[in-house]
Structures are given as C-alpha cells and as structure tokens.
C-alpha cells in the first residue's frame, strides 16, 4: 500500500493551465479507471472533482478535467483562477480492496 | 445535501481505546458503503478502512490492521471506527467518507481530531 507519487507542488499564473500527475503501479492505477481527484482548502474536508479518471460531479467547473495513461493519471486546471490555490490529492482503487491516496501537491496561484 | 458528521475526537494516552462516530442524514445510508480515512497534522489522506452497505465486508490499511475495527449500525445511520492500542502516529483528523460504487469518495465529514499523547 505504498502512496502513489505527486509532485510536492506546482504553480501558475492567473488564466495559465497546469497538471498535475500521479504516479501508481499495475496494482492500483495501472490496472483500473478507478481514479479520483479531491481539492483540499485548508482546515476544510476534502472535495471530489474529478472520478474514473475524466469525469466531474456536478457542480465541479470544465477547467477541471482527468486522464490517464499507464500507471499515470493527470489532473489538468485550466484558466487557473485564485480561488482554485489548495492542496490535490489522487486517489485509486487498488487490487488488495483498499485505496490508496498521492502525497498531496500544493497548488499555488501567482 | 448529505451530512455526515464525526464526534467522539479527542486527547487519549498511549496504548489506550477509542471509539468514533460518524452519523448520516438526508441519504439512505444503508445503500452505501462507508470510509474511514485520517489526515496527520500537515501531512497527506491516508486511507484506514471501508465496510460494505451491509457490513458483510471490511477492509484495512496496513497501518491499522488488527488495531481499528469499523462497523456500522444502519438502524442509527451511524458508522464507527473501534481504534485500540493507539499510538502517537495515529493522531490525526478522521473523516468519513460515503463510497460510490467501491469506486470513489463522494461526500466527506468535516472531521473529528484525535491526538494521542501522555
């Protein structure tokens, strides 16, 4: 049950595009589209954005979207805006019926 | 909107127990399975256990194995989380989560934070 692997962080500028990855193996995210994204403002509950790799709840803004190849799924905000600033979090189901969560990577806004 | 809500949270010594609580409303919770899953104060999620709708299956984290047991009681729309011979490293903020589909984590608690310490 070894985390799956995000970067520590990342930035943008207002309006830019970035990506996130998360990096997993053949038992976990390699093997099933069972792949989420969750959005974490500090001191508050986590938030799903993103589930089987490409699709959103609804409520959940288009300049959020997923995909997924091999063992690496991606989380992609486009038209980066202030209040998007959290941490994100990937999640996946894995062969052993558990889950597994990535390390967290702190989005930052310029 | 569905509510979930955690209590029981507290300071509790080394090597002692504790039970927590989540209750459900405005969801008919015995349709869906349920998590456990904690954060570390300033680290990651980290998953620690699910129980089927009917509680007919559980699983762990490696982390909690033999330690934490969940269950359920669908007549109180209450899930639990038995935690014993706890540690300091198992201080952190739990929440429950509802499962979609043994597939993702739709509706999160608000969190309940335990801290173990002498």
């Known amino acids: 049950q070894s985390a799956l692997t995000q970067p520590a962080s990342v930035s943008g500028s207002p309006g830019q595009s970035i990506t996130i990855s998360c990096t997993g193996t053949?038992?976990?995210?390699?093997?099933?589209?069972?792949v989420s994204w969750y959005q974490q403002h500090p001191g508050k509950a986590p938030k799903l954005m993103i589930y089987?790799?490409?699709n959103r709840p609804s409520g959940v803004s288009n300049r959020f979207s997923g995909s997924k190849s091999g063992n690496t799924a991606s989380l992609t905000i486009s038209g980066l805006q202030a209040e998007d600033e959290a941490d994100y979090y990937c999640?996946?189901?894995?062969?052993?019926?558990?889950?597994?969560f990535g390390g967290g990577t702190k989005l930052t806004v310029l | 909107q569905v509510q979930l809500v955690e209590s029981g949270g507290g300071v509790v010594q080394p090597g002692r127990s504790l039970r927590l609580s989540c209750t459900a409303s405005?969801?008919?919770?015995?349709?869906?399975?349920m998590h456990w899953v904690r954060q570390a104060p300033g680290k990651g999620l980290e998953w620690v256990a699910v129980?089927?709708?009917?509680?007919?299956?559980?699983y762990y984290g490696n982390s909690v194995k033999g330690r934490f047991t969940i269950s359920r009681d669908n007549s109180k729309n209450t899930l639990y989380l038995q935690m014993s011979s706890l540690r300091a490293e198992d201080t952190a903020v739990y929440y429950c989560?509802?499962?979609?589909?043994?597939?993702?984590?739709?509706?999160w608690g608000q969190g309940a934070l335990v801290t173990v310490s002498s």
């Open positions: 989560a509802r499962d979609r589909g043994a597939d993702y984590f739709d509706y």
């Open positions: 405005r969801f008919t919770f015995s349709n869906h399975g």
């Open positions: 129980i089927w709708y009917d509680g007919s299956k559980k």
């Open positions: 053949s038992s976990d995210i390699g093997s099933y589209n069972y």
């Open positions: 089987d790799v490409s």
């Open positions: 999640s996946s189901y894995t062969s052993s019926t558990t889950w597994v």
